[in-house]
């Protein structure tokens, strides 16, 4: 008797749900053929965004000696001299470029060299508007020993932001780069920083725009 009682609760569940999904299933076909049109565009346009983000052109690199070009795509927001001790061992000049969300997000290595550090640093996500957040941020370090101006070390710090919490390098230590050269990718709004040393002339102004593998950051006579 129990058992059977069982069973006549065990389908009586079944009918519920089964009537529930088909419920479920009529309105929201009613819903995708009413808002099918929206649905689509809204769709197409996230394809459209996907699609512009990671797009990635090619650079038209300058070939005159004794340039570094800038890695990044994006603005120019802070020159100033800092003290960066892992690549330039002491101080130097930095140059940092913020790559907001609808910038290229493709980095291009700067001189051409080998790279002669790869350090990674774990950290948190804050905004990559903020000129100090390399302080806090998840970031790569990247040394490049130069011979395109020769005996030269020049360095970048490739930074996550709030949206972007993935670097993907395509470089490693002992690597060699040239000018130019795609080295990695940052999703969606991020920052770089180029450490140069004191001597270099700096090219470029607060405020610019740059364009990665292609901008003169800066030259040495």
Not at 9 to 19: A, H, Q, S
Not at 51 to 73: I, K, M, Q, W
Not at 188 to 204: C, D, N
Request: glycine letters at 8%; hydrophobic letters at 50%.
């Amino acid at each position: 008797m129990l058992a059977a009682l069982k069973l006549i609760i065990l389908g009586l569940v079944t009918v519920i749900v089964l009537l529930i999904v088909a419920w479920l299933a009529t309105h929201i076909a009613a819903f995708i053929l009413e808002f099918y049109g929206a649905l689509f565009g809204l769709w197409l346009l996230f394809a459209l965004f996907t699609l512009y983000f990671f797009r990635d052109p090619e650079a038209l690199t300058p070939t005159g000696p004794n340039l570094v070009v800038s890695p990044a795509h994006g603005k120019v927001d802070v020159i100033d001299t800092v003290t960066e001790p892992d690549v330039m061992g002491g101080e130097c000049k930095r140059i940092s470029i913020f790559l907001s969300v609808i910038d290229i997000h493709v980095q291009n290595a700067p001189v051409t060299g080998r790279i002669a550090l790869f350090k990674h640093t774990p950290g948190q996500y804050l905004s990559a508007t903020r000129s100090n957040c390399a302080q806090f941020n998840e970031n790569v370090l990247v040394g490049i020993d130069s011979v395109e101006p020769r005996g030269e070390k020049i360095g970048l710090r490739l930074i996550a932001g709030l949206i972007a919490r993935r670097i993907v390098p395509w470089i490693s230590q002992n690597d060699p780069v040239q000018r130019g050269e795609r080295i990695s990718l940052i999703q969606f709004g991020s920052r770089v920083e180029v450490y140069l040393p004191i001597r270099a002339k700096i090219k470029v102004a607060l405020g610019q725009r740059v364009v990665g593998g292609e901008t003169v950051l800066a030259s040495f006579d």
